[in-house]
Nanobody, 121 residues
């Protein structure tokens, strides 16, 4: 099973971006999915997570300007962020677990390679 994150890029402040994370392999619906991000010199932080039944938590740094959804037919989870700010610049990582759904990175055993998001002012 592998995770492939995509959708990052260079955008301007105020723009929107949709990140995608696709799992290769069967039984996507059994995985809880999460997005984390890490900026240079900073610790990794949770952005949001979505459980097996679709319940979402976006209480992290993009709260109020983001949505998280999953398409079990496409084995993909989407993170859309609106009103991007320069401080959103980071590498965004997706993660998956079939036993844990929550904000701790330690709970996820599958990780994607990351996609760079750069927001210019």
């Amino acid at each position: 099973v592998q995770l492939q994150a995509s959708g990052g890029g260079l955008v301007q402040a105020g723009d929107s971006l949709r990140l995608s994370c696709t799992i290769s392999g069967p039984d996507f619906s059994k995985y809880a999915m999460a997005w984390f991000r890490q900026s240079p010199g900073k610790e990794r932080e949770i952005v949001g997570f979505i459980g097996w039944m679709g319940a979402t938590n976006l209480d992290g740094p993009v709260k109020g300007r983001s949505t998280l959804s999953r398409d079990n037919h496409k084995n993909t989870v989407y993170l859309q962020i609106h009103s991007l700010k320069p401080e959103d610049t980071a590498v965004y990582y997706c993660a998956a677990s079939d036993t844990y759904s929550g904000p701790s990175g330690a709970g996820y055993d599958l990780w994607g390679q990351g996609t760079q998001v750069t927001v210019s002012s």
